[in-house]
């Protein structure tokens, strides 16, 4: 396993005043401390409990429009396919679906979870590196707008699966563009060693391939080259510059690419990070593939759902060990992962207005969790805690609550909603008898 990377300089972090005023969801208030939108995070603790994921709905609105806008204002005919990925919590993509939002599932769960939550399947794609015969035929069955193929071998099985079932398949062809996105080699999805998509060179053939082919109707090219891209738009326009010539090759043939599909990644600021604006991204798609006069889709999850999100936990205890001071809070690994998995960082708040004002030092945030990957953050400066102080995890939307897990048979957290002085729980804690739910105990052990 690669070394754990040292730890940012804490003397760069932002302040505490920094992490408020960069989060519009966020504000102070003297008497209850903080809040997300106008509820009191005090009266969400004291309501449910801790640790509870609180989502703002008013920033899922605000950053959907930011990002539609945007691309209207650049003169494209663009539609939003949120990806699911990112947060598929009923609730969450009901506001989505709200404000008109289309959905980009990469299973058959997500496609039902988006279509609960009311977004149709005329608006939502379905990609993923290996989607399985039954979940190619849900897919066809739903009618979604389009299938986002990524091999040679994935376009026969779509078009047996549509033929099989009377279908004609929509179908995409997942473009690997072989350009590096800077971002962490985990979440890199468009370079040639990468297992995602067509290689390029090879996809004008498989595109010509597929247009003949039975059950399928093509539907055009796609590409996502990665998640969490801060690094500019130089990435975003080699890609999208690559898309772009490679359909003006396929219309010179005459063959029908109606859309393109130029996918998500646009990184949000966990720390310091500076990432392109939505309106950047939209300039990049314009002066690249809105050349071609084509409708595009894009498809954002982290930057509509990563700032709307935060995990609010108590402090169980503070301990010295080894010279240094853990703060042992009752969220861990099991609930929020992109810090073990990723070295990822997340700005830390104290939730009271006495600890946001009180003197900080270094300190380990950590979980209960046995594995000294359980760590949020390495020498965080924080003001001394006692049992039961609230803190707040930001910009833990994205990513987050989907990638729990039960963990040393630690339960799901509950999730809730905040639209306004609005409060609403929108998944329940799980209880403890639903960690062993569907498991059984032979006989011969006197099960
Ligand atoms: C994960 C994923 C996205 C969304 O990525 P974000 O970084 O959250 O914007 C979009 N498209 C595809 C194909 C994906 O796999």
């Known amino acids: 396993m690669a070394e754990a990377r040292p730890a940012p300089d804490p003397a760069h972090d932002p302040t505490f005043a920094e992490l408020i005023a960069g989060r519009p969801a966020l504000s102070l208030d003297p008497a209850s401390g903080l809040l997300v939108e106008e509820v009191p995070l005090a ?42 990925k990112a947060n598929d919590t009923l609730a969450v993509l009901r506001v989505l679906a709200a404000e008109g939002a289309g959905a980009d599932v990469v299973s058959a769960g997500e ?13 939502i794609v379905y990609s993923g590196v290996g989607k399985t015969r039954a979940e190619l035929a849900a897919a066809l069955a739903a009618g979604v ?62 595109y010509a391939r597929m247009a003949g082919m039975p059950g399928i109707r093509p539907a055009g090219l796609a590409t996502h080259i990665g998640s969490q891209i801060t690094s500019g738009m130089a990435a975003y326009r080699a890609a999208y510059a690559r898309l772009a010539d490679l359909a003006r090759e396929l219309l010179g043939r005459g063959l029908p690419v109606p859309r393109l599909d130029c996918g998500g990644g646009l990184g949000i600021p966990y720390r310091d990070e500076i990432p392109p604006t939505p309106e950047a991204f939209a300039g990049a798609i314009a002066s690249t593939v809105g050349r071609l006069g084509l409708p595009v889709m894009v498809e954002p999850g982290r930057w509509i759902a990563g700032p709307a ?25 099991n609930d929020l992962l992109r810090p073990a998995l990723y070295d990822a960082w997340h700005g830390i708040l104290p939730v009271s207005p006495a600890r946001l004002s009180a003197p900080l030092s270094p300190a380990e945030v950590v979980g209960p ?10 020498g965080r400066l924080l003001p001394a805690f006692g ?24 339960p799901l957290a509950a999730q809730v909603l905040v639209e306004g002085a609005r409060l609403a729980l929108i998944r329940e804690r799980q209880a403890e008898a639903d960690l062993w739910r569907g498991q059984r105990i032979p006989d011969w052990l006197g099960g």
Not at 49 to 68: E, H, I, Q
Not at 311 to 333: C, H, P, T, Y
Not at 369 to 378: K, P
Not at 399 to 410: C, E, L
Request: aromatic content about 6%.
């Open 43 to 84: 009266r969400i603790a004291a309501l449910h409990g801790t640790p509870t994921w609180v989502v703002s709905a008013g920033t899922l609105r605000r950053r959907y429009r930011a990002l539609a806008g945007a691309l209207a204002a650049a003169g494209l005919a663009a539609s939003v396919h949120y990806a699911a």
């Open 111 to 123: 496609l039902r979870a988006a279509e609960a939550a009311g977004i149709p399947a005329s608006r």
């Open 145 to 206: 707008m389009q299938i986002n193929a990524e091999s040679a071998e994935e376009v026969a099985m779509i078009s047996e699966v549509a033929a099989a079932t009377g279908h004609t398949a929509p179908v995409a062809l997942r473009v690997n563009p072989d350009v590096d996105a800077r971002t962490h080699a985990k979440i890199t999805t468009g370079r040639a060693e990468n297992k995602f998509g067509v290689a390029y060179a090879e996809a004008a053939a498989l």
């Open 309 to 333: 999100g935060f995990l609010l936990a108590s402090v169980i205890l503070e301990k010295r060990s080894g010279g240094r001071r853990f703060v042992v809070l009752d969220a861990a690994m």
């Open 369 to 378: 969790v046995c594995e000294t990957a359980d760590t949020f953050a390495r």
């Open 387 to 410: 049992e039961g102080d609230l803190v707040l995890v930001c910009d833990a939307g994205a990513y987050g609550s989907v990638m729990s897990s039960t963990y040393n048979a630690r």
